[in-house]
């Protein structure tokens, strides 16, 4: 995890006091100070923690595609247009570029 990831896993930590408490239960189990790469992967806690903070806060913003052939998107929810028709679909052209922007908000549902 980079600094970035830390700083919102610490953020999602003091938003969830009860996940703080067991993942503190958690770590304060281990043997040693000085855990092996198996002992700290062992961790289900901490690893839903780590999981949950790169689904929830992504490390890109977006990911960049260009349109290979005329292709028809279709949508999760209809709009009406400018001229009062649903529409259900979106034409995408061959070379237009799309951007999917990650975006998520959730909290730490899986320790």
């Known amino acids: 995890m980079c600094r970035t990831a830390i700083s919102w896993a610490i953020y999602g930590l003091c ?6 408490r067991k993942l503190h239960k958690e770590v304060s189990a281990v043997a ?3 855990p092996s790469y198996e002992e700290i992967n062992s961790l289900p806690c901490l690893d839903a923690i780590v999981r949950e903070t790169l689904r929830t806060y992504s490390i890109t913003p977006g990911i960049l595609r260009v349109v290979a052939e005329d292709t028809m ?10 001229e009062g028709n ?23 549902n899986s320790c």
């Open 15 to 20: 938003q969830r006091p009860d996940f703080q």
């Open 86 to 108: 649903k529409q259900n679909s979106v034409l995408c052209v061959k070379a237009q570029q799309l951007c999917a922007v990650s975006f998520a908000e959730s909290a730490y």
């Open 73 to 82: 998107l279709p949508l999760s929810k209809p709009y009406v247009d400018r």
């Open 32 to 34: 040693t100070e000085t």
